[in-house]
T-cell receptor, first 116, second 115 residues
Framework: DAGVIQSPRHEVTEMGQEVTLRCKPI?????LFWYRQTMMRGLELLIY????????DSGMPEDRFSAKMPNASFSTLKIQPSEPRDSAVYFC??????????????FGPGTRLTVL | AQSVTQLDSQVPVFEEAPVELRCNYS??????LFWYVQYPNQGLQLLLK??????LVKGINGFEAEFNKSQTSFHLRKPSVHISDTAEYFC?????????????FGKGTHLIIQP
């Protein structure tokens, strides 16, 4: 099993540039989560999808952030324009959520974003 | 809304000694509880989880945790640590039932194993 795949693993960009982070969930999983990890705020949930539909995006910090899940095997997190305070490690996680059941989230290796 | 407090940001322990990493949560509804481990430059890996039933939960790598509802705690323990246990450990909570499925994490505890 390949696990959750994220790309790129590292991204360095300049302030004002558009950044796109990509995630491929585990095959067969129907829930996908985007988290951000910073020293100051720890791990925070940004947004999650069930069956490709965004369910809760209350954690998305600003309108500069957007996420899409066009199909069950791919999701993107876009920041436009990027700012230095967006520098963080962004994790994608996926799970297989059954009706009335409890899912376990499996995390990808993360994308380390540095905005100069 | 729920929250998680990990009381120690850093815990140094000698190799082969026991360790306890503390976690307290706050929630107005029933919750599910998780411990994840993060090795340097890697993603998070599930150590164990409490959903219901026995309050003592056993996980991978010899770790276990005990759910204490009255004290709203879910402390992680290992009777004898190894150098390879050096990592960041995160406690997380999720509300049970329908609704929010995302995890709320604590700030993490860095476990440092000293030879």
């Amino acid at each position: 099993d390949a696990g959750v795949i994220q790309s790129p693993r590292h991204e360095v960009t300049e302030m004002g540039q558009e950044v796109t982070l990509r995630c491929k969930p585990i095959s067969g999983h129907n829930s996908l989560f985007w988290y951000r990890q910073t020293m100051m705020r720890g791990l925070e949930l940004l947004i999650y999808f069930n069956n490709n539909v965004p369910i809760d995006d209350s954690g998305m910090p600003e309108d500069r952030f957007s996420a899409k899940m066009p199909n069950a095997s791919f999701s993107t997190l876009k920041i436009q324009p990027s700012e230095p305070r967006d520098s963080a490690v962004y994790f994608c996680a996926s799970s297989h959520r059954l009706a009335g059941g409890i899912d376990t989230q499996y995390f990808g290796p993360g994308t380390r974003l540095t905005v100069l | 809304a729920q929250s998680v407090t990990q009381l120690d940001s850093q815990v140094p322990v000698f190799e082969e000694a026991p360790v306890e990493l503390r976690c307290n949560y706050s929630s107005s509804v029933s919750v599910y509880l998780f411990w994840y481990v993060q090795y340097p430059n890697q993603g998070l890996q599930l150590l164990l989880k409490y959903l219901s039933g026995s309050t003592l939960v056993k996980g991978i790598n010899g770790f276990e945790a005990e759910f204490n509802k009255s004290q709203t705690s879910f402390h992680l323990r290992k009777p004898s640590v190894h150098i390879s246990d050096t990592a960041e450990y995160f406690c997380a909570v999720r509300t049970s039932g329908g609704g929010a499925d995302g995890l709320t994490f604590g700030k993490g505890t860095h476990l440092i194993i000293q030879p």
